[in-house]
């Protein structure tokens, strides 16, 4: 079997990305790229600018900062789709100060609808001391739990060090 | 054999807590919980809420935000017991002025005189980049080097990633 | 086979210098040590003269804050090396304002060139939430494009957890 979820956690620059998308290429083109990043300033910009570059034919993009949900369920139900990265669509939802719990759901009932294979990318924000501010600590807390929600069904679990993958779960068949 | 030292790693939100519950439980209860937070704001105050009502029924609950050696040799030698968690009590002996490094060795001897199952729980807290302040540096260096002196006793070392288990060591006979 | 590039990950106060000094010991001595710190203030300088009396007998120290590459090349080809470590070497080419691109490629040849052991010990930097100021950010992307960069060539790459090897890759013959 080769759909489901499958979930790519990573640090800051650890390959996750480059990664995530050689896992969705294993499956026949066209591949559904879900951006959820948006341009804010100049230095996303140029991360944005790189990532696209780097993917080159094959894909097929959608913006969807906010409405993941709705954006994956418009989706052909078979077509391989990379997601990156829920970290920043929940770092949008925060600043538009959604309920993050109700996005959580809706995000996780629109994967559980998806027989196709779904790659999302997420940070592992946890692993430093705790931050001064409050804002993060609750935005640490959120991504946490919302990385925990996901992995609990997915398929498979990839945590990515150096570019290279550990397996954290998989229980494909 | 079922007793001996687990120690339980991850980051924030990583799940740590509610996975070293579970491998708790999986021995007979009465389970003992020990507490090392002190609910010093309203903030820590909903956590140990929170973590206390997920618990429920079996649980013993004992709290030793300092003297955590001496409540574990008070103990029955056989009962199953949650430390939870020691990156707590590091900081509490922290803000004390004690001793950290006298105090790392009651614990290391109060465990290792315990034949029952004893499962720590600790955060990691050195994968981010270096701290501003010295004493977040200072913080960071002794809870690094407890988990390492732990480790290095413990029968079986789990890192949580997103609520799932990376198993680091383990010598179960 | 003996020889080839070990790349060592860890966090803060993960153990991973202990565990890199234990693998290159498990070859005949004499073994090289190249030290990329700079003992710019106490703090370091303390650090230093632990890393240095653990360490103990059969070393041959080098010091190569910026001119890795070069010192790798001066030494025999069969000896083993321990570096320690490419993150502070990374952070004093960063504050030099080199090029961190060209530095990295002339590392990597440096390295190919070495039938011997040689381990390197970098830190894993980016599992923390984002950091505030710009040239954290910055510091941040570079390491871990060394970490892949390296890991990419590398026999074995190890990260630390307690002190404990999680291994992420191993293609040794």
């Known amino acids: 079997m080769s759909g489901g979820l499958v979930l790519v956690l990573g640090g800051a620059r650890s390959g996750k990305s480059r990664f995530a998308?050689?896992?969705v290429r294993r499956q026949p083109a066209p591949w559904a790229y879900i951006a959820t990043a948006e341009a804010r300033d100049g230095e996303m910009e140029a991360r944005i600018?790189?990532?696209?570059s780097r993917r080159g034919e094959g894909w097929q993009t959608h913006e969807a900062p906010l409405?993941?949900?709705?954006?994956l369920k418009a989706l052909p139900p078979e077509q391989p789709v990379l997601v990156d990265c829920l970290t920043l669509w929940l770092t949008n939802h925060l600043l538009?100060?959604?309920d993050l719990d109700a996005e959580g759901?809706?995000?996780?009932?629109?994967?559980?609808a998806r027989p196709g294979l779904t790659v999302c990318v997420a940070n592992e924000v946890g692993f430093g001391i705790v931050p001064d501010n409050?804002?993060?600590r609750w935005f640490r807390d959120a991504a946490g739990l919302l990385n925990q929600r996901l992995a609990a069904r997915a398929r498979q679990v990839v945590l990515v060090v150096a570019g290279l993958p550990l397996i954290v779960k998989d229980v494909t068949p």
């Open 21 to 23: 998308e050689g896992e």
């Open 49 to 52: 600018a790189l990532h696209r």
């Open 67 to 71: 409405d993941l949900a709705g954006t």
């Open 96 to 98: 538009a100060e959604h």
């Open 105 to 112: 759901a809706a995000l996780e009932s629109a994967l559980a």
């Open 134 to 136: 409050a804002l993060a």
